[in-house]
């Protein structure tokens, strides 16, 4: 596995790379609080995973979270379906298998409806939804968010406690986290807040797979079972586990995947 990095608008992103070149692309969206190593949930596994069963794995560190750069505004689904599509201009990727899970499950939703003739098949696992599909989410996060905002923006907040929330909400390696400021990473909630995901999902003409651990407490089943439905090709598969069961068992996960592309 190598770790790269690219200017996207005008931000530097960190990826990672994974298998043969030669091999079938397959871009990898990780969620909020994926980590690029140690603690869970570790991205490093599930890349090394997909790499495993012969596909080139790239996967980009979103804008704000992980080692990347944090965006200057408050960016909503359509930047980060932006970004995505400079990344892979850059990258030359020209046909693809779409992999995203919670955050990055809702940035391909984006990308594949806007974009379905470079999506081979879109794989969503335990994505985000629309807000008509997640009240629930919606709900419980939007304090959460201003709360994260607020203690990273605050001149009382010991430095401690703030490497904390950007290590366990933003995934940023503990011995990163000096390097940016803290009042830059706030945005972050700021964009959490205010994230609301358009009900795309009929515009969507690539081959779909979704996979939903079955006991979701963030997006439900039964939810999943409604976007099945909107998606014109998809086909739903469960998966005993929780909103991070990709993580949690990545081999099990990935395997599942594998054997229904």
């Known amino acids: 596995m190598q770790d790269q990095q690219v200017k996207i608008d005008g931000l530097n992103v960190y990826y990672r790379t994974a298998g043969d070149p030669k091999n079938p692309a397959l871009v990898l969206l990780n969620g909020w609080g994926a980590k690029v190593r140690g603690s869970f949930p570790n991205s490093a596994k599930v890349i090394k995973e997909f790499a495993r069963h012969n596909f080139y794995v790239i996967s980009p560190e ?12 408050i960016w909503g689904p359509m930047w980060y379906v932006g970004y995505v599509e400079e990344f892979v ?18 940035i391909a939703t984006a990308y594949a409806a ?3 003739e470079k999506v081979k098949t879109l794989v969503l696992v335990n994505a985000g939804l629309t807000r008509d599909k997640a009240y629930r989410f919606v709900f419980r996060h939007f304090t959460l968010a201003t709360h994260i905002a607020g203690m990273l923006r605050s001149e009382y907040v010991p430095v401690f406690f703030k490497k904390i929330i950007v290590w366990l909400g933003l995934g940023g390696p503990w011995d990163y986290i000096e390097k940016e400021s803290f009042r830059k990473r706030a945005i972050m909630g700021d964009i959490f807040r205010r994230w609301s995901l358009p009900n795309v999902y009929s515009q969507i003409r690539a081959r779909t797979i979704l996979i939903w651990g079955s006991n979701d407490a963030l997006f439900p089943l039964s939810s999943a079972r409604e976007v099945e439905k909107e998606i014109p090709s998809a086909k739903l598969y469960t998966i005993f586990g929780g909103h991070s069961v990709l993580y949690a068992r990545p081999k099990e996960v990935v395997n599942l995947i594998v054997n229904k592309l």
Request: charged share 20%; proline share 6%; net charge neutral.
């Open 114 to 116: 806007e974009h379905s």
């Open 62 to 73: 979103h804008p704000g979270l992980m080692r990347s750069e944090t965006p200057k505004a």
């Open 89 to 106: 201009e850059k990258l030359g990727l020209q046909s693809f298998i779409l992999v995203g899970q919670s955050f990055g499950g809702a």
